[in-house]
């Protein structure tokens, strides 16, 4: 095929790689976090779901605010920083969701939106790194399979998640 939309030179560039697989894995975090976080607060806590999502809401909140700050703090200083600092949050929130989600539902809230500022800020990295980095002759498919593998990775991880949920609850 003479232009293929997944062009195989894609696969040996290691920066797009590099950036590629530190984008699945916020997807991938992200998204198992958004499903199993209302099964523990619907589980553990009793919430309803709108409750849930109102406990969470503080984080999208804040996530879509902190954006415009995101992208101007990507002009002045670079996507570099970002990609350096943005996965220590994604860190820190899984930590303190695995340290501290069984003793509050705060917990949740607070490490939701350290995720969210997070996952907002790696993810605007990312894509406008790649945008960057990619030659124009594969900068359409470069960011077309990225786009593709965020859908996989995220519907991946709630799947895996889900099973993984629907075990813990027939064993307990």
Not at 20 to 25: D, H, K, P, R
Not at 37 to 65: C, D, E, N
């Amino acid at each position: 095929m003479k232009d293929p939309f997944i062009q195989p030179a894609l696969f040996r560039d290691k920066p797009y790689m590099s950036l590629s697989v530190l984008g699945i894995a916020a997807y991938i975090i992200n998204f198992a976090t958004l499903f199993v976080v209302p099964q523990i607060l619907s589980h553990l806590y009793g919430l309803t779901a709108g409750q849930s999502g109102l406990l969470l809401f503080p984080g999208a909140l804040i996530s879509m605010l902190a954006s415009n700050r995101i992208g101007k703090m990507i002009d002045r200083f670079g996507n570099g920083r970002l990609l350096r600092s943005a996965p220590w949050s994604l860190l820190a929130s899984t930590v303190l969701f695995a340290l501290l989600a069984v003793q509050t539902y705060y917990a949740i809230m607070i490490g939701y939106v350290v995720m969210s500022i997070g996952f907002t800020a790696l993810t605007t990295s990312v894509s406008n790194e790649m945008s960057r980095i990619l030659p124009k002759d594969r900068t359409g498919s470069g960011m077309g399979l990225f786009q593709l593998t965020q859908f996989f990775s995220g519907a991946f991880s709630v799947a895996v998640t889900g099973a993984r949920w629907s075990c813990l609850r027939i064993s307990l």
